[in-house]
């Protein structure tokens, strides 16, 4: 199985025990997903951690490194196993019904690489993932330190839909947070955050295009028209959050790390050398901004 060739050159340590005061909110999006892996290694080896880390998808996989305080350990598993099939492929569709081996990762490949349970759990950092119900069409948060089935709940967030069995969390399917609402901005200011940071993994200037939705998705999913109605509008929805986003940075209010140039890295890109160069841009761009992200949150 082909790794990332350059696997031995990513950071690796713990951070440390400081706890910050604010909101890091990470946008998701599937491999690209490497960017902000890059930038929360950069923020960790600066001492910059964040009380409260909210993440999409992509971004709330990336979040459980960032409150485990495992520097270089999310991006280990995306560069070392692109390749498996069993974590991405035909192995993950056989076993486990998805495009994406989550309990393969977590009972397996968490051996290799183990999770830092005892820090995962302390209740000094917060980690939140955001997913959808299908019956209500709605994005629901799940708070790691009030909710039971926290991994249950990620792996629902980063549940990519047509072709992701859904994830049942409470007697209600899940699937990808991303489905309703892309980045979680709106709930980092509802709850009152003074000071979010916001890692982005697309260009500033990105915003989609809106599509219909597809014949496939209305039948996939004809017994759920709230979520379909959520899909259809999911484009709209993303580029007003990113207006907002824009707007706040530009008066102040908000902190973004985003890629200076557009990201070229597919959702489900293949390209190891694009995607380990995708995380050390991350890396390298947040090192550059620590010292303002630093300056921020004081």
């Known amino acids: 199985m082909e790794i990332y060739r350059r696997l031995d050159s990513l950071p690796w340590g713990r951070a440390s025990e400081t706890i910050t005061p604010g909101c890091l909110v990470i946008e998701g999006g599937g ?9 929360l290694d950069a923020l960790m080896v600066s001492d910059i951690n964040l009380q409260t880390a909210a993440g999409v ?22 560069l070392g196993f692109r390749n498996d099939p069993d974590y991405v492929g035909r ?8 495009i994406m081996g989550f309990r393969y990762l977590f009972n397996d ?22 997913a959808t119900n299908l019956r209500t069409g709605k994005p629901v948060c799940f708070r790691k330190n009030e909710y039971h089935n926290i991994i249950g709940a990620i792996m629902a967030s980063a549940s990519v839909p047509y072709v992701s069995r859904p994830i049942m969390l409470d007697g209600d399917p899940y699937l990808d947070g991303a489905c309703s609402e892309k980045i979680m901005y709106d709930w980092a200011k509802d709850q009152g955050f003074e000071k979010i940071v916001v890692v982005r993994t ?30 259809d509008h999911a484009e709209e ?6 207006d907002s986003i ?5 008066a ?30 991350g890396y390298n761009e947040g090192m550059a901004l620590a010292p303002a992200v630093k300056e921020y949150v004081a």
């Not at 491999?31 to 930038?39: E, F, I, K, P, T």
């Not at 824009?246 to 530009?250: F, G, M």
Request: overall charge positive.
């Open 31 to 39: 491999w690209r997903g490497l960017y902000a892996a890059g930038v």
């Open 57 to 78: 998808s992509a971004g709330a996989l990336c979040g459980m490194g960032y409150v485990c305080g495992q520097i270089g350990w999310a991006a280990r598993f995306d």
């Open 91 to 98: 192995g993950a569709l056989r076993r486990e019904h998805a």
């Open 109 to 130: 490949l968490m051996r290799i690489y183990p999770m830092d349970k005892k820090r995962f759990l302390d209740r000094k950092q917060e980690l939140v993932a955001e």
């Open 202 to 231: 697309r260009d500033r200037a990105f915003r989609q295009e809106s599509k219909p939705l597809s014949a496939y998705a209305r039948v996939l999913y004809h017994r759920y028209p709230a979520f379909m109605e959520s899909l």
């Open 237 to 242: 929805r993303y580029n007003e959050i990113c």
């Open 246 to 250: 824009q707007a706040d940075e530009d």
């Open 252 to 281: 102040g209010r908000t902190f973004v790390i985003a890629p200076a140039d557009p990201v070229d890295v597919k959702k489900f890109d293949d390209d190891l050398d694009k995607l380990g160069d995708l995380y050390f841009r």
